[in-house]
């Protein structure tokens, strides 16, 4: 799966972005199929029964190959002493990680169940990682964790980035539901922000932490998540599962969680494996997220700014395809500010490139 490319190299984080958009672009369609109208002809999954296969079939395939594998095993910076065996200090951070996952991934399913459009889920979302990233770097680099400058093109580009995003809303109707008014919704964002605010600053923690000699292990990191994300998200799962017997609650998405595996779906195994794509897309995120020598600010600009152009393309192969709707021109706006935030990217990435090599000298 990981093409054979120096570490950390350029050549290699083209390749990151090209299976990290090729597969959301699988992904994008999917979902588009899957919940598209009976009376055009998709199956017109309900979101939640969706959500819900695509996101075992994806996770299982994730766990299977860094069990497989054995992906867990760390290289440390120093070992811990639990239960009388030596394991290593990473995991006492990188499981809280996989905990932060486990509330994202539901939070994300969450956020688009809610009375607004998809588009505005993805705009609020997207949005906020890209903010997010720039401000976990101003935080490690005050408390001395990192010690690379974000450069002023990658500031400018994050200014670009923002602009994209808020593209989409530009001709917005007024709509009847309140989001800053309402409780859930505010809820729901403020948990996913949380989670992946914790999250992001954990990955550069580690990635910019590694003692010398100690191999920044991406694979290892994303293993231990991956396994501590899927033991949550099964606790979380049950206690959903069974949340109108023992707490009484009736909300029509537990309910829709709920009938998702007491009256499946006819479809379900093929919506299961529709989510493989979205469980090697999560080894890109990843990877991209963590990217070796660069910022938070441009690895999270890189990771969000392929799944905005990927899309824009799933809609287009969309159309093309199954006879959709063509992305309209608040799409093509959004893509040409994203244009030149990459080309403002690119720049970074030749400075950071030579200062990379430089100091391996």
Do not use: H
Not at 105 to 118: A, F, K
Not at 328 to 337: A, K, P, Q, R, Y
């Amino acid at each position: 799966m990981i093409f054979k490319s120096e570490e950390g190299s350029s050549r290699q984080l083209i390749q990151f972005c090209i299976g990290y958009f090729v597969l959301y672009v699988i992904t994008g369609v999917s979902v588009k199929y899957f919940l598209g109208s009976p009376e055009q002809g998709f199956p017109g999954m309900l979101e939640i029964n969706y959500l819900v296969y695509n996101t075992i079939g994806g996770n299982l395939l994730a766990l299977v190959v860094v069990l497989l594998f054995r992906w867990y095993r760390m290289a440390s910076n120093s070992y811990a002493n639990f239960m009388g065996m030596k394991i290593p200090s990473e995991l006492l951070y990188i499981i809280p990680s996989g905990v932060c996952t486990a509330v994202v991934i539901p939070t994300t399913t969450l956020m688009y169940t809610l009375p607004i459009s998809v588009m505005v889920a993805m705009v609020i979302m997207r949005g906020s990682i890209i903010v997010i990233s720039r401000i976990i770097d101003a935080i490690q680099i005050k408390q001395g964790i990192l010690t690379k400058r974000v450069y002023w093109e990658e500031n400018v580009a994050v200014m670009f980035a923002v602009i994209a995003v808020a593209a989409n809303l530009v001709n917005l109707k007024p709509g009847s539901f309140d989001f800053v008014g309402s409780t859930a919704a505010m809820s729901i964002l403020t948990a996913y922000l949380i989670a992946y605010s914790i999250r992001i600053y954990i990955m550069n923690y580690y990635k910019n932490t590694r003692g010398k000699g100690v191999k920044q292990d991406n694979k290892a990191f994303f293993a231990i998540e991956q396994i501590a994300a899927t033991l949550s998200m099964l606790i979380g799962g049950i206690i959903l599962f069974n949340a109108t017997d023992l707490f009484g609650w009736d909300l029509t998405q537990i309910v829709q969680f709920r009938e998702a595996f007491t009256a499946p779906d006819s479809l379900w195994g093929w919506a299961m494996i529709s989510g493989l794509a979205f469980g090697l897309l999560a080894f890109f995120s990843v990877f991209i997220f963590m990217f070796k020598g660069r910022t938070a600010t441009f690895a999270g600009l890189v990771n969000r700014l392929t799944s905005l152009i990927a899309g824009t393309a799933a809609t287009l192969l969309f159309a093309i395809v199954f006879g959709g709707k063509y992305p309209v021109t608040e799409d093509w706006i959004t893509l040409g500010f994203i244009l030149i935030a990459v080309a403002f990217l690119t720049k970074a990435e030749k400075k950071r490139a030579a200062e990379l090599k430089l100091n391996t000298k």
